[in-house]
Nanobody
Framework: QVQLVESGGGLVQPGGSLRLSCAAS????????MAWYRQAPGDQRELVAA???????NYADSVKGRFTISVDTAKLTVYLQMNSLKPDDTAVYYC?????????WGQGTQVTVSS
């Protein structure tokens, strides 16, 4: 069983920055693809960014050039650095760990971009 705990969400003005953190219960980064998803009210959950166990990274087109996903294996933590935030980035952000049939989610953290 893998536990994932997100933190770092909050209220930020347009153009501002936030860094989300996802702490894993143990070192899974050699085996799992780690990802951040988000879900706005009334919308489906969508992939924001992902990093594989081989450190290949991909981003949603809507966040390319603004968001950065990274892993600190010593701290068992995945980060999502979000810059130049827009109101459309407002959502609950979820951390995900996936390997074959194993698929784990964190509880989510709210990000609100508003003036």
């Amino acid at each position: 069983q893998v536990q994932l705990v997100e933190s770092g969400g909050g209220l930020v003005q347009p153009g501002g920055s936030l860094r989300l953190s996802c702490a894993a219960s143990h070192n899974i980064f050699s085996f799992y693809t780690m990802a951040w998803y988000r879900q706005a009210p009334g919308d489906q959950r969508e992939l924001v960014a992902a990093i594989t166990s081989g450190f290949r990274i991909n981003y949603a087109d809507s966040v390319k050039g603004r968001f950065t996903i990274s892993v600190d294996t010593a701290k068992l933590t995945v980060y999502l650095q979000m810059n130049s935030l827009k109101p459309d980035d407002t959502a609950v952000y979820y951390c995900n760990a996936k390997m074959n049939q194993y698929n784990y989610w964190g509880q989510g953290t709210q990000v609100t971009v508003s003036s």
